[in-house]
């Protein structure tokens, strides 16, 4: 059974072949064939966690080599497919949640007209995420890692003939490329250090042959969480997430919430050997995770687009992640995906049911009161968003949230600051969260439905609403000391981490103040959106929460800032370059000036008075002694610097001969350089 | 013999291209220019290199030249552009090339005259089987990537060389 | 006198990159610069199999061959963009594709 | 000394078989369309290229004043010595060669990529609209139909391993290579009437819309030497077909050269009768059929003979 475990992968993969290169099908071939893979995945996947389940798992995983990929002197890579408790995991989640989304999907996308290219793209992305979590070494790692990244570009962009859709596409594809540049000459550094690329063998040898804090180890590690905060969306790179939404709302579910984005909390926890070697990376972590996660959530807040409040959201509890990460507790970051991805798909699924029935509507100041007439989205809703703010006992984001608020407590990376952090974002994510749910199920109605969703829509979401109350069972352990189920499972696919003791004491203080927090936040949401008391009306209106809400809406106005700091300077520079600066500067600053004030004080007597004491007496000594040492050294300054405006400006004439003429130039004297030498 | 045959091509190659850098007239440049890859070609030969030589006149002179002839039927004919190239070419314009080539040239010249390139043996005959074997063993990855340079290669000549609605 | 001859084609080889450099750097007309760019090539290929043939090693003719694939990519984009800048500017003139003011 | 005597005898056979097959094709034609081909000059019409070529040198050998002088007169030149060459190394029998290259078959390629030049540089030397026109399509279409045709007979390299025409032809001695390279054969043939283009892909010169293509400028001798480069290589190509594929000199009983050239005339008459037969496509379907259909064929021809070779050997086939 489990030897079977590459055909997960193969089976998406086959299905894009034949959507790609086969002919044209009609829909409910090209539904039948991609649910009928889909489950046919979801089920092997299940069953072979249920074999892995029974035989127990083995410390260092099964592996399975397919082909030998590249065999070169040296330099040897294979593709092979590696699974453990974390692998798997991720298999089940990508599986189970592309199954559901892509059963929604049929219905949602069912009067489009690219039915199949959607599927494909969508086939293939499943296998390239496949592909991702279950390679062996770390280059094919990358190329499932680029897969994804590819789809989600084709995806983002897939109503290409809107404009906006395709720019959104090549950002996300754009910043993207940032991270994964740095992760590229991450694999070469370790390749190159470790000589091999095999992720078993990189761990074992990386603790062998460096010691804690080792440069090299950090550089290398820095560089991976280039990759990873690229690929999740954590500060500064996560500017594409929020812009990713002009992707399909099925899209946004399983790319953008539940599976893509946390690729890099994934990768973070495979080489989790790695980090724990370099404090100094897991402290930027750590603050990453923090800084990411309290300004999405604050940028959550006041979104009007459903599905950005939405990304934003995403965009945080990656940052919760994070935190656990850098914190050493990459159980609880695992957990936290699991169960996000149960309830944040639930959520997306529902803001594309909204958008469904009310004609493309996305902005929540336009729905409302629509408790009535979609009693099903409703619950969902409910549910969801219970689950995101973590309210207590019955919802399984409070168990995961509750284990790295505890986590980053207890930490000796963390602290207190931490854990209040932490719960000022639990807070938020109440408020926000909860904001949703009153703003558009609850008072005025806005706008009528026009149609409601059938039951492909709406089975999957009842899916993931039970597995949102339900799977957090599985990170809840009865004692404080003793670590839960999940987190006993995670540790057999990473065993070094040791975790810190916990006493009871401090595991209740946490559990209180988390569920405190939550429901802190809900009431607040209550009294704000529900209640809408005068008082609170007439502070919003204010200038100074306006100018807030302005700032937290633009996502902290991440955006204008990179067209400060990147795109502007550039640009400055290219004006520079071009009516010579330094002639500017003194045009502004001196020239002008003077010319005004003469011109309003001509001929005044003050004016006259300087003209005879003054002037005329300089001017005949200057008459005198014309063209002295003094003039030469003005002038030669005045023609040196005039010069030097010239030659700059010839550097940047745009004329390709000139390019080439100073190339030649160049490489001829480098030549001349090593002859002489 | 054979010493004397390279120094016919050598000089075949060499007078040709000078015709080539000079000639204002684009398809007589190109028959000079083809001429100099023939010549290219046989000393190829004469340096015990025949598949690469066969290879200069299959895809210098025979393709990567044909696509030349191509563009320049397309976009100059008549005697307006060979004028115009008479005006470019001035003398003023070649100071500074000649100028640098000749530093090139000395620098040549210096590593040739001072020893550095020596050689106590003849060429030495290489088959297509040797070329064969060490492209696709020590080379095998950067043959691949030659086909991924391809591959855009295509796509980007497709792309740029089609006609646009939008274009005049 | 069979030594040398690899010598003097590493001279030939010298020369001709020489010249084409000349022609790179001193025509105006696109196309020109062009073949200049094949003329430096060729002649980097031709240094390439002096190269071989004075150690008898094949390598010198797979860089060739790497060079030739290179040109291949090469030339078809090239002169498509040289197409498009025809189209856009109505010239060839390399020094007037530019929409700089230095 | 023993190739010089070579040479000249295989050049005046070869000129003497390229009049004979103006006149044969000529009758076969007029038979085939029912109506009398040239019956006139000789018994049967036989000296009827003889007088032609008397008609051709007597004329005037004129040059227009507006086209460019040198390429004008090279062009014609660059196509018949280019098929010429290509003879010297078209192994007759297994002595009767006059260079036996180890890139042989490169060296055909080769050269025969130099003769796309003839048309384009007539073309544009003429300097006159069909002209030009006739070089750009025969430019276009040449060089396609080298692609493919360099393709096609990889699969008779790889299981002849080797360049050498001889070693080509000996690697048939049990199995004419047109069996286990059925596919390579037809896209090379295909290619060949492409590459001589013969009708129905004599669009360079298409006559009913470019009066004559890219030699609509040319008279005399010039002219004549285009019409001999024609069917010059009409013969290359078809001993091409006859050594790459269909086991070039050997047979039974019949002495080698004789086989030879048996086998050569019956490919040649496969080109008469396509000539006679088939109607000209459009020029973007000649090339659309050559990048969509013969390009992919013919690389799925060579990986399947690859891996055929690989699995079993090289005496799988």
Redesign the interface.
């Known amino acids: 059974m489990l030897d079977w475990f590459w055909i997960i992968p193969a089976l998406p993969l086959a299905g894009f072949l034949v959507l790609t290169l086969g002919p044209s099908l009609s829909r409910a071939t090209v539904s039948g064939m991609t649910l009928a893979t889909s489950t046919l995945a979801a089920m092997l996947s299940a069953s072979i966690a249920v074999a892995l389940l029974q035989q127990g798992f083995h410390p260092v995983g099964y592996s399975r080599s397919l082909w030998t990929w590249i065999d070169l002197d040296g330099f040897t890579t294979r593709i092979a497919l590696y699974i453990d408790a974390l692998s798997m995991t991720m298999v089940l989640i990508i599986t189970g949640v592309g199954l559901l989304v892509q059963l929604y999907a049929t219905e949602y996308m069912s009067e489009d007209d690219e039915y199949q290219r959607f599927f494909a793209y969508m086939n293939l992305f499943v296998g390239s995420m496949l592909v991702l979590v279950l390679a062996d070494n770390l280059l094919l790692l990358f190329l499932g890692w680029e897969g994804v990244g590819l789809c989600s570009y084709l995806l983002i962009g897939f109503w290409y003939r809107d404009l906006l859709n395709g720019r959104a596409a090549r950002k996300a594809f754009i910043v993207n490329r940032i991270g994964d540049a740095a992760m590229l000459v991450g694999l070469c550094l370790l390749f190159t250090e470790l000589g091999t690329l095999e992720i078993q063998a990189i761990l074992r040898n990386a603790t062998l042959q460096w010691t804690i804090g080792d440069p090299l180890v950090v550089t290398a590690t820095v560089l991976l969480l280039g990759g990873a905060i690229g690929k999740s969306a954590q500060v500064p790179l996560h500017v594409w997430l929020p812009d990713a939404m002009a992707g399909p709302t099925p899209v946004s579910a399983l790319i953008h919430s539940a599976t893509m984005v946390t690729a890099g909390v994934y990768l973070i926890a495979r080489t989790h050997t790695l980090f724990a070697l370099a404090p100094v990376t897991q402290t930027a972590i750590v603050v990453i995770g923090t800084t990411t996660m309290l300004f999405a959530a604050s940028s959550a807040l006041v979104q009007r687009d459903i599905k950005r409040v939405f990304a934003y959201s995403t965009i945080s509890q990656l940052g919760y992640m994070f935190i656990a990460l850098g914190v050493g507790a990459t159980g609880a970051a695992i957990f936290h995906l699991f169960t996000h991805a149960c309830f944040k798909a639930l959520l997306f699924l529902l803001a594309g049911a909204l958008m469904f029935s009310l004609h493309h509507e996305k902005d929540l100041m336009n729905m409302g009161g629509l408790r009535r007439d979609l009693p099903l989205l409703f619950w969902a809703a409910v549910i969801g968003a219970a689950s995101l703010s973590g309210l207590p006992f019955i919802t399984a984001g409070f168990f995961s949230k509750d284990q790295i608020l505890l986590q980053a407590w207890i930490s000796p990376n963390g602290g207190r600051w931490l854990l209040t952090a932490g719960l000022i974002g639990s807070v938020l994510t109440a408020l926000y969260s909860f904001r949703v749910v009153f703003l558009a199920f609850f008072g005025e109605k806005h706008r009528e439905v026009s149609k409601s969703p059938g039951w492909r829509m709406t089975l999957p979401m009842g899916i993931l609403a039970v597995l949102s109350l339900g799977i957090g069972w599985l990170g809840w352990s009865p004692r404080a000391e003793e670590p839960s189920w999940f987190i006993r499972l995670m540790d057999t696919a990473m065993p070094v981490h040791q975790p810190d003791p916990i006493t009871e004491a401090q595991a209740g203080m946490v559990a209180v103040l988390a569920s405190s927090a939550a429901l802190l936040g809900v009431a607040g949401a209550y009294l704000m959106y529900m209640q809408r008391p005068a008082s609170l009306e007439a502070v919003v209106k204010t200038e100074a929460v306006q100018a807030i809400r302005q700032f937290l809406f633009r996502g902290w106005a991440f955006n204008w800032l990179y067209r400060l700091t990147i795109q502007k300077p550039f640009r400055l520079f290219a004006q520079a370059a071009k009516h010579d600066l330094v002639e500017r500067a003194y045009d502004r600053l001196l020239v002008r000036p003077f010319l005004s004030t003469a011109g309003s004080a001509k001929g005044d007597i003050v004016d006259q008075a300087y003209e005879r004491l003054l002037m005329r007496p300089f001017q005949w000594v200057a008459d005198i002694n014309q063209d002295d040492v003094l003039d030469r050294l003005y002038r030669g300054l005045t023609r040196l610097v005039e010069q030097a405006a010239v030659t700059a400006r010839r550097l940047q004439t745009g004329q390709v001969r000139w390019y080439a003429t100073v190339l030649a130039a160049g490489a001829v004297g480098l030549a001349g350089l090593a002859v002489l030498a | 013999m054979m010493d004397f045959f390279f120094y016919v091509a050598a000089s075949v190659a060499i007078s040709s291209t000078v015709l080539f850098v000079i000639a204002p007239n684009a398809v007589h440049a190109l028959l000079n220019l083809i001429l100099s890859f023939l010549a290219i070609a046989v000393i190829f030969l004469l340096l015990g290199a025949p598949f690469a030589a066969a290879l200069e006149v299959i895809i210098y002179a025979g393709a990567v030249m044909v696509l030349f002839v191509f563009v320049i039927m397309m976009l100059q004919v008549g005697p307006k552009s060979v004028e115009q190239e008479r005006r470019w070419i001035g003398i003023r314009i070649w100071w500074v090339p000649v100028g640098l080539a000749m530093l090139l040239l000395a620098e040549v010249g210096t590593l040739i005259a001072t020893g550095a390139v020596t050689a106590e043996s003849g060429p030495r005959r290489v088959g297509p089987e040797e070329v064969g074997l060490v492209l696709l063993s020590r080379y095998l990855l950067a043959v691949e990537l030659a086909s991924l340079l391809l591959l855009p290669g295509i796509l980007g000549a497709y792309y740029l060389g089609r006609r646009r609605r939008e274009d005049p | 006198m069979s030594g040398p001859l690899v010598v003097h084609a590493v001279m030939v080889a010298g020369i001709l990159f020489a010249l084409g450099l000349t022609g790179l750097l001193a025509r105006r007309n696109l196309l020109f610069m062009l073949m200049s760019v094949e003329v430096m090539l060729n002649a980097a290929g031709l240094g390439f199999i002096a190269a071989g043939a004075r150690w008898g090693a094949p390598d010198g003719q797979v860089m060739f061959l790497f060079i030739l694939t290179l040109a291949a990519a090469e030339v078809p984009v090239a002169l498509a963009l040289v197409l498009q800048v025809h189209r856009r500017f109505h010239t060839l003139d390399a020094d007037a594709v530019t929409l700089m003011e230095g | 000394m023993n190739e010089l005597v070579l040479i000249v005898l295989l050049l005046g056979s070869l000129f003497t078989i390229s009049a004979l097959l103006i006149w044969v094709e000529r009758r076969l034609l007029g038979h085939w369309q029912e109506r009398y081909g040239p019956n006139r000059v000789g018994p049967g019409g036989i000296l009827q290229s003889a007088a032609d070529a008397i008609k051709l040198l007597a004329k005037e050998d004129w040059t227009p004043p507006f086209a460019?002088k040198?390429?004008f007169v090279?062009a014609p030149a660059v196509v018949v010595s280019a098929v010429l060459l290509s003879f010297a190394v078209v192994p007759f029998t297994p002595s009767l060669i006059v260079a036996d290259?180890?890139?042989g078959l490169?060296?055909v390629?080769?050269?025969s990529?130099?003769s796309?030049?003839s048309i384009?540089?007539a073309?544009?030397?003429s300097?006159s609209k069909y002209a030009?026109i006739g070089?750009?399509r025969g430019?276009?279409q040449?060089?396609s139909y080298?692609v493919f045709m360099?393709l096609s007979v990889m699969g008779v390299v790889m299981l002849a391993g080797s360049?050498r025409l001889r070693d080509i032809v000996e690697a048939q001695q049990d199995l004419w290579f047109c069996i286990p390279q059925m596919i390579g054969a037809g896209i090379f043939f295909i290619a060949a009437l492409a590459e001589t283009h013969r009708l129905p892909f004599d669009i360079p010169e298409a006559e009913a819309e470019l009066v004559a293509g890219y030699h609509t400028e040319y008279s005399g001798m010039k002219f004549g030497m285009f019409f001999l480069g024609e069917y010059l290589g009409i013969v290359l190509m078809s001993s091409l077909t006859v050594i790459l594929f269909l086991g070039g000199w050997q047979g039974p009983w019949l002495p080698p050269l004789v086989w030879f050239w048996l086998k050569t005339f019956m490919v040649i008459m496969v080109f008469f009768l396509i000539r006679a037969t088939l109607p000209r496509p459009r020029f973007d379907q000649l090339i659309t059929f050559g990048w969509t259909v013969l390009l992919p064929a013919s690389l799925l021809n060579l990986l399947v003979t690859a891996i055929i070779i690989l699995t079993n050997g090289h005496d799988a086939l």
């Open positions: 460019d040198p390429v090279l290259l180890n890139i490169l060296f390629f080769a050269l990529s130099l796309a030049y384009v540089l073309g544009w030397a300097n030009l070089g750009l430019s276009a040449m060089f080298e360099g360049f």
